[in-house]
């Protein structure tokens, strides 16, 4: 099984809602990834987690919040975006930071209105 | 720094047609290399990968081989089809940076029957 599962697939939300983005992976990795692709423009990292903890930021407003409950599960909590976070939300995983490929979820398409 | 150089697109196909879509790096060290897919509305899969110098990465008829003299991993398929349409995109790992994927800019593939 080298699935990851992101939920949900599309998701509309206001500008002062609180919403969450799900990734779920049970391929034993422990490093997960999430990553930001507007249209026609290659993904960009947000964060990394390695053995469940932080390990990277890539200067993400603090509009975008993650969580790591455990091994299997990325969540990713949004509150107060704008219009210009509109975009594919993809999560990936790899078995350690980048020793071997991620593996990528069918990402959340999130437009704020 | 580190970096990957792809050929702009989009490139238009007739099926059974060759296909090469370039892909230059700079990297530190000798990173693994990778081609990922992306379909139209769906996240990105891997294509194929090479771990070293002079590897060559195949699936479902495409190659690359990673050239470490050209700092290269050209994608190649012989005999295209239109199911092949999609976004592709050459990446890297930064294994120092959590590893993240530094990605080309995407090439779109059209083909037409």
């Known amino acids: 099984d080298t699935e990851v599962t992101q939920t949900p697939k599309h998701l509309v939300m206001g500008m002062t809602n609180k919403k969450s983005l799900k990734c779920e992976q049970h391929m034993g990795h422990r490093a997960m990834y999430w990553y930001k692709q507007k249209a026609k423009k290659p993904p960009e990292l947000m964060f990394v987690y390695s053995y469940e903890k932080l390990s990277i930021n890539e200067s993400v407003p603090s509009r975008f919040s993650p969580e790591c409950p455990n091994s299997s599960l990325l969540n990713l909590h949004l509150h107060a975006l704008q219009p210009e976070d509109s975009a594919l939300y993809l999560c990936?995983?790899?078995?350690?930071?980048?020793?071997?490929?991620?593996?990528f979820g069918q990402g959340t398409r999130l437009t704020v209105v | 720094g580190n970096s990957v150089t792809q050929m702009e697109g989009p490139v238009t196909l007739s099926e059974e047609a060759f296909l090469t879509i370039n892909c230059t790096y700079t990297a530190t060290g000798y990173p693994s290399l990778f081609w990922y897919v992306q379909y139209p509305g769906e996240g990105l899969q891997l294509l194929l990968k090479?771990?070293?110098?002079?590897d060559k990465g195949s699936n479902k008829g495409f190659e690359a081989t990673y050239r470490k003299e050209t700092t290269s991993f050209h994608l190649e398929k012989g005999s295209v089809q239109v199911s092949d349409s999609a976004v592709y995109f050459c990446?890297?790992?930064?294994?120092?940076?959590?590893?993240?994927?530094?990605f080309g800019q995407g090439t779109e593939l059209s083909v037409k029957p």
């Open positions: 990446a890297l790992p930064l294994y120092n940076q959590g590893g993240k994927l530094i």
């Open positions: 990936a995983s790899s078995q350690d930071r980048g020793y071997t490929e991620a593996f």
């Open positions: 090479a771990t070293k110098a002079d």
